[in-house]
T-cell receptor, first 115, second 112 residues
Framework: AAGVIQSPRHLIKEKRETATLKCYPI?????VYWYQQGPGQDPQFLISFYEKMQSDKGSIPDRFSAQQFSDYHSELNMSSLELGDSALYFC??????????????FGQGTRLTVV | GQNIDQPTEMTATEGAIVQINCTYQTSGFNGLFWYQQHAGEAPTFLSYNVLDGLEEKGRFSSFLSRSKGYSYLLLKELQMKDSASYLC?????????????FGKGTTLSVSS
């Protein structure tokens, strides 16, 4: 079965550079979530989109932005990178289904290292 | 605000039963989820509860008490491969796109 696809899997950037992470949700999933997970930490929610509109916002820094496109894929844009941005970035998707409970399916993550 | 608490670490032996507790305080409640995560890998879905009671799924069961803000994940017949982090997560609203908020996870070590 198709899963959530994230690219790239690994990324190395220097301080103050920019990075773009991509997420392709499971087909027919219209909701995308972005999480940041530092070493030994729990996943921290950054931002989510439903039907191409931002639906929930967590601890996303102002240096980061994200959007969901017409094909439902999403991109997380990160600027002025800092050493502390080094982490695993997970994307998850779920069908929107209004208020019904659905689990979120996670991609394999992008490991960002800022040097 | 939201607060989700789990024990940091637990140890158990192969074949045993272990219970991982989770307590939560959230502004609303629209489901509690358990995920398993091996180091460096994506969290994988184990179970969810939205009504009080026990949900059983093979070797895994999850219990919820909404009035107590309490859940547990029960793992039976433990195997070495069950060594992982177990994350409790809550969705606090019923609107589409509302994110799961995770606890800090419980690292379970299974020994032979």
């Amino acid at each position: 079965a198709a899963g959530v696809i994230q690219s790239p899997r690994h990324l190395i950037k220097e301080k103050r550079e920019t990075a773009t992470l991509k997420c392709y949700p499971i087909p027919r999933h219209d909701t995308v979530y972005w999480y940041q997970q530092g070493p030994g930490q729990d996943p921290q929610f950054l931002i989510s989109f439903y039907e191409k509109m931002q639906s929930d916002k967590g601890s996303i820094p102002d240096r980061f932005s994200a959007q969901q496109f017409s094909d439902y894929h999403s991109e997380l844009n990160m600027s002025s990178l800092e050493l502390g941005d080094s982490a695993l970035y997970f994307c998850a998707s779920s069908p929107g289904t209004g208020g019904l409970i659905t689990e979120a399916f996670f991609g394999q993550g992008t490991r960002l290292t800022v040097v | 605000g939201q607060n989700i608490d789990q024990p940091t670490e637990m140890t158990a032996t192969e074949g045993a039963i272990v219970q991982i507790n989770c307590t939560y305080q959230t502004s609303g409640f629209n489901g509690l989820f358990w995920y398993q995560q091996h180091a460096g890998e994506a969290p994988t879905f184990l179970s969810y509860n939205v009504l009080d009671g026990l949900e059983e799924k093979g070797r895994f069961s999850s219990f919820l008490s909404r009035s107590k803000g309490y859940s547990y994940l029960l793992l039976k017949e433990l195997q070495m491969k069950d060594s992982a982090s177990y994350l409790c997560a809550v969705r606090d609203q019923n609107q589409a796109g509302t994110a799961l908020i995770f606890g800090k996870g419980t690292t379970l070590s299974v020994s032979s």
